[in-house]
């Protein structure tokens, strides 16, 4: 698989609102990876094969543009034999700005087509629009274009905004603590989540909790317990059920299994092949 990070920074809705835009394609093979959650939701415009995502059911294929991401345990992609997509991730509070329609209203699992949450003609010109560009620079034209033309809200929720750095951030990992330094009720808080990021405060602390976790370079089973303290857990037991609800493997597994975390580390995904012992 290839997976090319795009400068997106040279534009400023996209500079503001985007976590990164990649181009991420394959050989002339069928090829299967592995999503970790990550916190962010994304939009992505499917160029050339087919895509699909494992579910409950069976392998469920995506739409040409879909919304993907928020995802609390990790997703299982298969792409079809040379196939390119292109993906523009969101800070999740930030793409609400771009929708009418309440967060906490969207499948974040089996992904969403784009054209339930925009217009037709819209999500038809973003698609005929990267199809057509021959280079990075003509990529991230279009991409702010469609930020320009679907922008419906100018200011984002400041609560929300700061309560998305604490916990990014800064490492708050209380839903108590950010409802004090909001100055508003939990209750408050997490309705204010459902809103505007689509899940509730105490998830996307597990969430950046575990990504932090997955950055970690560990080489002994005792030092879980340091990482465990690191991120604020009450012990070592707490962390790893966490972990394990999240990656589907115990970070005893992962940390000591170099394949698995160097996997990570080159391009924030895992092969099939290298996470294979836990599919089901």
Not at 79 to 108: A, T, V, W
Not at 147 to 167: G, Q
Not at 196 to 202: A, L, N, R, T, V
Request: charged share 25%.
């Amino acid at each position: 698989m290839n997976f090319r990070l795009i400068n997106y920074k040279t534009k400023p809705l996209s500079a503001k609102y985007l976590t990164d835009v990649y181009d991420l394609s394959n050989g002339n093979k069928e090829f299967i990876y592995c999503c970790v959650p990550n916190g962010e939701l994304g939009i992505t415009i499917v160029l050339e094969g087919e895509c699909h995502i494992k579910t409950d059911e069976g392998w469920q294929k995506q739409s040409k543009v879909h919304l993907y991401g928020l995802i609390d345990k990790v997703q299982f992609l298969k792409m079809s034999p040379n196939y390119r997509e292109i993906s523009f991730g969101f800070y999740p509070h930030c793409l609400q700005l771009f929708l009418k329609d309440s967060l906490h209203s969207i499948n974040k699992t089996n992904g969403t087509d784009l054209f339930d949450l925009f217009k037709k003609e819209e999500v038809n010109k973003l698609y005929e629009n990267l199809c057509q560009c021959k280079n990075d620079e003509a990529l991230i034209d279009k991409i702010e274009e469609f930020l320009e033309d679907n922008m419906l809200i100018k200011e984002l929720d400041k609560r929300v905004l700061v309560a998305h750095f604490l916990i990014s951030k800064e490492n708050t990992y209380n839903v108590e603590d950010l409802s004090s330094i909001l100055n508003v009720t939990p209750t408050t808080l997490r309705n204010l989540f459902n809103q505007h990021i689509g899940i509730s405060p105490k998830d996307l602390i597990k969430i950046h909790r575990i990504k932090k976790a997955l950055d970690f370079e560990i080489t002994c089973e005792e030092s879980l317990t340091q990482v465990a303290y690191h991120l604020q857990y009450f012990d070592q037991a707490h962390f790893s059920k966490d972990f394990k609800d999240s990656t589907g493997i115990s970070p005893k597994h992962y940390f000591l299994d170099s394949k698995l975390s160097s996997d990570f580390s080159d391009f924030q995904h895992w092969r099939y092949d290298s996470f294979e012992n836990i599919i089901k």
